[in-house]
């Protein structure tokens, strides 16, 4: 697949490092359509780190600067008040370099937990 550059504002690198939650990762994101726009003004005002999307549009990445879960988790939240819906799955940079067809979470994992308690 093609892709066109990847669009930052804060100088975002892809970092491999020696576990998938600690390497840079990616939302993929199928047929973003419109919401090209949104994701493209989050990334303008820093709510997003970087994106590409492939040239026929048909897929979208939103990447994070780590795939711990609280960072993916923050960016899953973005991309849902933005407007994306749907299922989605995130890949570290760290499987994609080996590449390894293994997805490191869904947004079902972060959307169907229940709330924590408060005390």
Request: glycine share 4%; charged share 30%.
């Given at each position: 697949?093609?892709?066109?550059p990847t669009t930052s504002e804060n100088a975002f690198q892809s970092m491999i490092t020696d576990?998938?939650?600690?390497?840079?990762?990616?939302?993929?994101?199928q047929c973003p359509g419109?919401?090209?726009?949104?994701?493209?003004a989050a990334l303008m005002d820093g709510r997003l780190d970087a994106a590409k999307k492939a040239r026929?549009?048909?897929?979208?990445?939103?990447?994070?600067?780590?795939?711990?879960?609280?960072t993916v988790a923050e960016t899953l939240a973005?991309?849902?008040?933005?407007?994306?819906e749907g299922d989605m799955r995130y890949k570290s940079d760290r499987a994609?370099?080996?590449?390894?067809?293994?997805?490191?979470?869904d947004s079902a994992d972060f959307e169907h937990r229940s709330a924590p308690l408060i005390r």
């Amino acid at each position: 697949m093609r892709w066109f550059p990847t669009t930052s504002e804060n100088a975002f690198q892809s970092m491999i490092t020696d576990s998938d939650q600690t390497s840079t990762g990616k939302w993929i994101i199928q047929c973003p359509g419109p919401l090209w726009e949104e994701i493209d003004a989050a990334l303008m005002d820093g709510r997003l780190d970087a994106a590409k999307k492939a040239r026929n549009h048909s897929i979208a990445l939103v990447y994070c600067r780590s795939s711990d879960e609280q960072t993916v988790a923050e960016t899953l939240a973005i991309l849902r008040e933005i407007g994306v819906e749907g299922d989605m799955r995130y890949k570290s940079d760290r499987a994609t370099d080996q590449r390894r067809d293994e997805y490191l979470y869904d947004s079902a994992d972060f959307e169907h937990r229940s709330a924590p308690l408060i005390r």
